[in-house]
């Protein structure tokens, strides 16, 4: 099982430039979400999903938005890339409510200049 | 509302030393709990989850938490560091049958020889 699969691997953006960050998982999970991992503050949840179609905000969503056109694939956007942004990014699918657990993916390091 | 509390953001034990890392939650139902790892430069895979029942849960890799609802903690416990053990961990709560989890900010054990 290759379960959650994200690329790229490593990103360098200029200030300004748009991009994808691709997200997919092959366990037919009905959550997804997306985190930012910054040094002291732990994983933020940036937007969720909890099938497709619906998308929802977390706690961090500006200057990035999400869809889920399938059960498979939740892409990040970043509009206009920031400074701000940089940091590395977590997908994770879940198989439901309450007491399953989340699973992730390896990461995206992304760096804005 | 859910929130959870790391206290340290670095521990140092010496090698065969006990394993002690500390976590506080707070949650308005009772909570599903979680521990995470992440090594260097990889995604975050799961310890152990406490749901229901036996408040003793024993995870991977040796490693066991408690939940106590009275002190509203989870704190991970192993009775013997071993090098491998150096890496981050994440404790995080998931109040019922909410979706999103939340993650305090980490803390980074460091095993010395």
């Known amino acids: 099982?290759?379960?959650v699969t994200q690329t790229p691997k490593f990103q360098v953006l200029k200030t300004g430039q748009s991009m994808t960050l691709q997200c997919a998982q092959d366990?037919?999970?009905e959550y997804m979400s997306w985190y930012r991992q910054d040094p002291g503050m732990g994983l933020r949840l940036i937007h969720y999903?909890?099938?497709a179609g619906i998308t929802d905000q977390g706690e961090v969503p500006n200057g990035y938005n999400v869809s889920r056109s399938t059960t498979e694939d939740f892409p990040l956007r970043?509009?206009?890339a920031a400074p701000s942004q940089t940091s590395v990014y977590f997908c994770a699918s879940t198989l439901g409510q309450g007491r399953t657990e989340a699973f992730f993916g390896q990461g995206t390091r992304l760096?804005?200049? | 509302?859910?929130?959870v509390t790391q206290l340290g953001s670095h521990v140092s034990v010496s090698e065969g030393?006990?394993?002690l890392l500390r976590c506080n939650y707070s949650s308005s139902v009772p909570p599903y709990l979680f521990w995470y790892v992440q090594y260097p430069n990889q995604g975050l895979q799961l310890l152990l989850k406490y749901t229901t029942g036996a408040t003793l849960v024993k995870g991977i890799n040796g490693f066991e938490a408690e939940f106590k609802k009275s002190e509203t903690s989870f704190h991970l416990t192993k009775p013997s560091a071993h090098m491998s053990d150096a890496a981050e961990y994440f404790c995080a709560v998931r109040s019922g049958g909410y979706q999103k989890v939340t993650f305090g900010t980490g803390t980074k054990l460091q095993v010395i020889p």
């Open chain 2, 1 to 3: 509302a859910q929130s």
């Open chain 1, 78 to 80: 970043l509009l206009s």
């Open chain 1, 111 to 113: 760096t804005v200049v």
């Open chain 1, 27 to 29: 366990m037919n999970h």
């Open chain 1, 49 to 51: 999903s909890v099938g």
């Open chain 2, 17 to 19: 030393a006990l394993v």
């Open chain 1, 1 to 3: 099982n290759a379960g």
